[in-house]
């Protein structure tokens, strides 16, 4: 089976720097991904690891330890916009053969 | 606009009843799913589809059914509902079944009453 543990809340100050993390346990990894969901809405892709390292897109990174079963989403610069649920999701060779499957999400609030 | 349509936005739905959630998608994505949102406990895979033709078992698909007759649509049954099938549900394609960006439609909210 899988599971992955990621904290339930964060708060951040506009302008700061913020760092999610994500820890996981798989049968079989192939690679973690992080979504961003505002407001129940439709969740959105924002980023994948499959291998060891920081990978940037714009204000966002995500890193990968697959040695630590380890990874982090880091916001910079944070935007009121910012605020949402923030999801790391991994894909592995279990039970459902490699279809993602998604933490419980982290409710990033951020203050003027 | 590309992407995926879920119909219908939102339900009331009389215990017992049967219901089906429509997912419709024009990127020509050959794989689909199903989760459903509950609060807590982030998205769960009901269904998936890898291709049309094909559909497999999620983490949680009792009381659930899910046809694939074509790449297009990927309806989720509820034979007979029930109050704890009262969720947000989100249909999500991607190219392929190994791929890690899904898109995701805007979700079916269902209160089983």
């Known amino acids: 089976g899988q599971s992955l543990e990621q904290p339930s809340e964060v708060t951040a100050v506009e302008g700061a720097i913020v760092q999610i993390n994500c820890t996981y346990q798989?049968?079989?990894?192939?690679?973690l991904s992080w979504y961003q969901q505002h407001d129940g809405g439709a969740p959105t892709f924002l980023s994948y690891n499959a291998l060891d390292g920081l990978e940037e897109t714009g204000r966002f990174s995500s890193f990968l330890s697959r040695s630590d079963s380890y990874g982090y989403l880091l916001l910079q610069e944070l935007q009121m916009k910012d605020s949402a649920s923030y999801f790391c999701?991994?894909?592995?060779?279990?039970?459902?053969?490699?279809?993602?499957?998604f933490g419980q999400g982290t409710e990033l609030s951020v203050k003027p | 606009i590309a992407g995926i349509t879920q119909a219908p936005t939102s339900q009331i739905l009389a215990a017992g009843r049967r219901m089906t959630l429509r997912c419709t998608q024009d990127m020509r994505h050959n794989a689909m799913y199903w989760y459903r949102q509950d609060l807590g406990l982030g998205l769960r895979l009901i269904h998936y589809s890898n291709t049309a033709g094909t559909t497999g078992k999620g983490e949680v698909p009792d009381g659930y059914s899910v046809s694939r007759a074509n790449t297009d649509d990927f309806p989720l049954t509820l034979a007979s509902a029930v109050p704890s099938q009262t969720s947000v549900y989100f249909c999500?394609?991607?190219?392929?079944?190994?791929?890690?960006?899904?898109?995701f439609g805007s979700g079916t909210r269902l209160t089983v009453v």
């Open positions: 798989t049968s079989g990894f192939y690679g």
């Open positions: 999701a991994v894909r592995d060779r279990g039970n459902q053969g490699g279809k993602l499957i």
């Open positions: 999500a394609s991607a190219p392929g079944h190994q791929e890690f960006g899904y898109t």
